[in-house]
Every structure is written in C-alpha cells, then in structure tokens.
T-cell receptor
Framework: EPEVTQTPSHQVTQMGQEVILRCVPI?????FYWYRQILGQKVEFLVS????????KSEIFDDQFSVERPDGSNFTLKIRSTKLEDSAMYFC???????????FGSGTRLTVV | DAKTTQPPSMDCAEGRAANLPCNHS???????VYWYRQIHSQGPQYIIH???NNETNEMASLIITEDRKSSTLTLPHATLRDTAVYYC????????????FGAGTTVTVRA
C-alpha cells in the first residue's frame, strides 16, 4: 500500500535554529498538508498546498513557517527560527482528489531545546 | 464545519464488536462524516466516510441515522491493535479541505 514518508523521524534543534522537515507524498496525490500535534493536545491543521501554492493556512502558520515542493516529489516544511513552543509531532499528509480520505505520514518529532 | 460530540473513552473486549457513537446535531445537508483513528504517536489513519447511506469497508462500518444528526462507527471484531483514539469529523466536501480534529474517543481493547 502506498505510504507518505517523513524524514527524519526525530529532530532535536536549538532554539533559534532553522529546521526543514521533509515529506514524500504519494505520487499521484494532488493535495498536500502539514499538521502538528503538541504532546497531549489535539492534532492541529497548519497548511494545505495545491497546484504549487498554499491554498489555506492556519493562524499558527506565521511568517516563521514556509512550505515548498521543490522537485515534484518532496514536500518540505521549514521553520526559520525555532521556538521552544514549536516542539511537537509534525505530520505530513496527502490526498488524491474528491472525497478521498487523507494518508498521513508517521510524523517527525521535533524537539526544540 | 459542524461540531461533533464523542464520549472521551470506552473499553471493548477483544473479538467483540466495538460501537463508537458520534453526535453531530448541527450537520448540514452537504457535510460528510469522516472517521479517523490515531494509534499511539502515529499519524492519523483514515477509516471511512459517508454522507447519508451506510458504508462498509474492510476496516469498519458506518451507520448514519436518517436525520443525519448522529452516526456509529462499528469495528466488527476488535483486536488489541485497534486500541487508539478515534475521531469523528464532519465537514463540507470540497476539493481541498482541512480536517478539524477534536479530542476523539480513546478506545481500549482488552484481552
């Protein structure tokens, strides 16, 4: 069964550093998403991406965040200057079209120290 | 999107059917009911969705009441691997949509 692949599985970074979280969505999917889950809290929407541009973003997705699909296969989330409160599990997801459900990756655990 | 209400937790015996309720009394005619689950620390997993007809797939069955104000997800023969948080999400179908996760129901399957 096709999978969404995320790397790394765990990243530790110092506050103020830039991090890039990487995702390889399912190849024929058209819609791409990032969600995050702070430990013990709900899964929160960050951003959706379609046709090489952001289609919707949440209030969480401020100027520190950016997304890119540089080569038609990878989908990345960049956090420019990490804060302690950015520590969370970050999930990438993709979807084909219509009323299909999402396929989520297994996540990257980001720890900011 | 319509708000959903789920019990915070429930237990189920291994091998028995698990019936998970969800109330969505403010659902509108063009909103679908989706179910996802999240096994500890993993990414959420799509289970099933429906508009007004009952749906079944290899994982589960979804029964939506005639007035569409509530639904029940049934895992026919629960296994220990079905222990997870189950989310009922209601949303308008569109080409590009985001999911709004609530707290869900923590289902514990016991041997």
């Amino acid at each position: 069964e096709p999978e969404v692949t995320q790397t790394p599985s765990h990243q530790v970074t110092q506050m103020g550093q830039e991090v890039i979280l990487r995702c390889v969505p399912i190849s024929n999917h058209l819609y791409f998403y990032w969600y995050r889950q702070i430990l013990g809290q709900k899964v929160e929407f960050l951003v959706s991406f379609y046709n090489n541009e952001i289609s919707e973003k949440s209030e969480i997705f401020d100027d520190q965040f950016s997304v890119e699909r540089p080569d038609g296969s990878n989908f990345t989330l960049k956090i420019r200057s990490t804060k302690l409160e950015d520590s969370a599990m970050y999930f990438c997801a993709s979807r084909e079209q219509g009323d299909d459900g999402y396929t989520f990756g297994s996540g990257t655990r980001l720890t900011v120290v | 999107d319509a708000k959903t209400t789920q019990p915070p937790s429930m237990d189920c015996a291994e091998g028995r059917a698990a019936n998970l309720p969800c109330n969505h009394s403010t659902i509108s005619g063009n909103e679908y009911v989706y179910w996802y689950r999240q096994i500890h620390s993993q990414g959420p997993q799509y289970i099933i969705h429906g508009l007004k007809n009952n749906e079944t797939n290899e994982m589960a069955s979804l029964i939506i009441t005639e007035d569409r104000k509530s639904s029940t997800l049934t895992l026919p023969h629960a296994t220990l691997r079905d222990t997870a948080v189950y989310y009922c999400i209601v949303r308008v179908l569109s080409n590009d949509y985001k999911l709004s996760f609530g707290a869900g129901t923590t289902v514990t399957v016991r041997a």
